[in-house]
């Protein structure tokens, strides 16, 4: 095996694809029973979850061709518009990964910061994969480990997001993990998730 081969660079919308193969199965495993259970998002129940999901998914496309994002307050109820919100979902996040694929997404900047496209990018890669994570345990499904190449942008992106991030509120403060955590749960763990964490007991 050559060591000294380059090492492959996969684009967002690549990366996207990935965590998308990982969300829609989640999204479609959860049960109406479960959408009023709690979530790690402490503000979020699993209704609240998915239609904040839904929103990241389509505003998210938006940014890809530069256009302005429109994030209220409050999402959307994407769930009480009908009982097929779960292949509504999944053909957002196929919309995603195809807007995040095409030809100059990651280039030059977008959204009302001026960020650097592919760093938005891995925004949307960051939700798409740690609230599919926050889905899957809420609703005991398995979720596993993200893949490896999905993990190293995140890790990146991160970095250069926590500290503004946890000014916002929008990460918790860091939670510790154990020293044979994987590269996943140290992630989980940078955005204020106990990777060990199970849903409360519904009486």
């Known amino acids: 095996m050559d060591t000294n ?12 694809g990935m965590a998308r193969e990982r969300a829609v199965p989640v999204v479609r495993g959860i049960a109406d029973t479960a959408l009023g259970a709690a979530t790690p998002c402490a503000e979020y129940d699993v209704k609240g979850l998915v239609n904040h999901l839904f929103q990241v998914v389509v505003q998210f496309q938006r940014l890809a061709v530069k256009e302005s994002s429109e994030f209220g307050e409050v999402a959307a109820d994407r769930v009480a518009e009908g009982p097929d919100w779960r292949e509504r979902f999944a053909a957002e996040t196929d919309r995603l990964v195809s807007a995040w694929s095409a030809a100059g997404a990651e280039e030059g900047v977008t959204g009302a910061m001026e960020m650097p496209a592919r760093l938005v990018g891995a925004m949307a890669l960051l939700d798409l994969t740690v609230h599919a994570w926050d889905l899957a345990r809420a609703t005991g499904q398995e979720y596993g480990e993200a893949e490896g190449a999905v993990v190293e942008e995140l890790a990146g992106a991160v970095a250069q997001l926590a500290p503004t ?24 763990g940078r955005t204020g998730r106990d990777p060990g964490w199970v849903a409360p007991t519904r009486r």
Request: aromatic content about 8%; proline content about 3%; charged content about 25%.
């Open 5 to 16: 081969a380059a090492k492959k660079t996969y684009g967002i919308g690549e990366l996207l």
């Open 165 to 188: 991030a946890r000014k916002m509120g929008v990460f918790g403060e860091p939670v510790g993990v154990a020293g044979s955590a994987s590269d996943f749960e140290r992630l989980l």
